[in-house]
């Protein structure tokens, strides 16, 4: 069974947003960034509402720099530690530049082995 997930990257500029049902995308946001909103609970809230829409329990990914991790959008605690409820359980990512990594060029496409080997190390979704 395929499972949802949303995927929220803030920044300075915006604060995007995808939320995708196993490899489909189902929704995309650019929305104000953190420093724009003037709720704390606008970011609960919204995940709650897509909660309750799609009848799941939504895992979240929040992608954020180690520094700016603590009590971002309200879906952490002070620790930068992501917060969890009946409607989401956010995971903390820190942001960074990952590299590609060398690939061996002329051997095919392998693609779909690369996405099993990311996701069976955590790396995928």
Same mark, same amino acid.
């Given at each position: 069974?395929e499972?949802?997930?949303?995927?929220?990257?803030?920044?300075?500029?915006?604060?995007?947003? %995808? %939320?995708?049902?196993?490899?489909?995308?189902?929704?995309r946001?650019i929305?104000?960034p953190?420093s724009?909103?003037?709720?704390?609970?606008?970011?609960?809230?919204?995940?709650?509402?897509?909660?309750?829409?799609?009848?799941?329990?939504l895992?979240?990914?929040?992608?954020?720099?180690?520094q700016?991790? =603590?009590?971002c959008? =309200?879906?952490?605690?002070?620790?930068?530690?992501g917060?969890?409820?009946?409607?989401?359980?956010?995971?903390v990512?820190?942001? !960074?530049g990952r590299?590609?990594?060398t690939?061996i060029?002329?051997? =095919?496409?392998f693609a779909?082995l690369?996405?099993?080997s990311?996701?069976?190390? !955590?790396?995928?979704?």
């Amino acid at each position: 069974m395929e499972s949802y997930q949303v995927v929220i990257l803030p920044s300075e500029r915006w604060t995007r947003v %995808l %939320l995708c049902h196993g490899p489909d995308e189902l929704l995309r946001a650019i929305l104000p960034p953190p420093s724009q909103v003037r709720h704390e609970r606008s970011a609960p809230t919204f995940l709650e509402s897509l909660a309750l829409w799609l009848d799941a329990t939504l895992p979240v990914v929040l992608s954020v720099d180690a520094q700016h991790a =603590g009590f971002c959008l =309200g879906l952490t605690d002070e620790l930068g530690l992501g917060k969890c409820s009946i409607y989401y359980r956010v995971e903390v990512r820190e942001r !960074g530049g990952r590299r590609r990594g060398t690939r061996i060029r002329s051997m =095919g496409n392998f693609a779909d082995l690369r996405r099993l080997s990311l996701s069976a190390h !955590g790396g995928g979704r």
